[in-house]
């Protein structure tokens, strides 16, 4: 008998750095019990140009099994990127992949917006872990819906030591209660996160309160804005002359603040021994996928017979090299110009 499937979530995958807006780089699958979810709910996971659609079915006049009774489902899905560079021109910290994640969820958004932040990026642990100086007699465990995970979870240890044992119990976020105070939120469960993957999705699929409703949730990611660093090496230059370099923008866009390029006081000598003039913009400048911002580098050479001005455009910024300000949250693409 013939299957008819009808939209009940959407997920809107959104970044700037793309030209269309929509986030190619983002895969949302499936993760851990889900798979058996969706099959046993005949729920259908579907990739659509916008992002994501989960489909119900239902065959022929039955009732949904997901409306038979009306049941609320909890499903998981991992989020991560095959592309490479996603890190370099999405704003996230680039650090070790595996040593946090961002944890999302249905029922804490703003307005259906869901996006990175500090305070859902959380330290993502093994199955089944050690915490010292601990005693289990003073700790409880929640999950991100605020169920009790105490029995069986919590095992105290001969050295005073306690482990944590989710090897049983869903992924997702949890969060640790010392004497009711929370003690360590974190990402873990019966599937630890893979290597490269940035963090968890859970959505919450009720039939209890709105059988029909569609749910649209948005999840965005920032583009990255570096400071841009033009290296000049100029080898035209004669020893009668004295050259100045300046940048301007050759078409600001609409609304767009001006960006003034300093040149830096002293020269940097490259690898190959050359030496080149660093102009550095005073403000960061986002990425993009097809560049919004175009820059022209002035060159004046002022000898005996005069001064000799040229005009250049300059290439813009792209993902695939991004250095960090040690100690600092600022990022610089380095572009180099050989005269």
Known sequence: MEIAF????NIYLHHPYFTTGVNPAIEVVPFGPTEGLLRHYQLRWHRRDYGYTLYYGTTGNRTPPLMDPPVSVLLTFLLRSGDPLFS????????DPAASGYYFSSWETVNGELSPAASNRHPVFPPSFLLPDL?????TLRDAAGNAHDEGTILGTEDESV???????APGRYILFQAGTPYLTFI???????PGAIGLLQCLVSMETHPTAVTDLTLSFAARSTRWRYLVVDSATEESETVTFSIKEASPPAGASAVAFVEAPETRRLANGQEAVELVADTPVALRQRPERQFQLNRSATSGSGTETMTLPLPSAGPSR?????????YFSDLFIYL
């Open 6 to 9: 009808s939209p009940l979530l």
């Open 88 to 95: 370099n021109y999405t704003d996230l910290p680039i650090d």
């Open 135 to 139: 005693s289990p007699d003073e700790l």
């Open 163 to 169: 482990r944590i044992d989710l090897s049983q119990s």
């Open 188 to 194: 873990g469960g019966s599937h630890s996160l893979p």
């Open 322 to 330: 991004i250095i960090p300000d040690p100690g600092k949250e600022t």
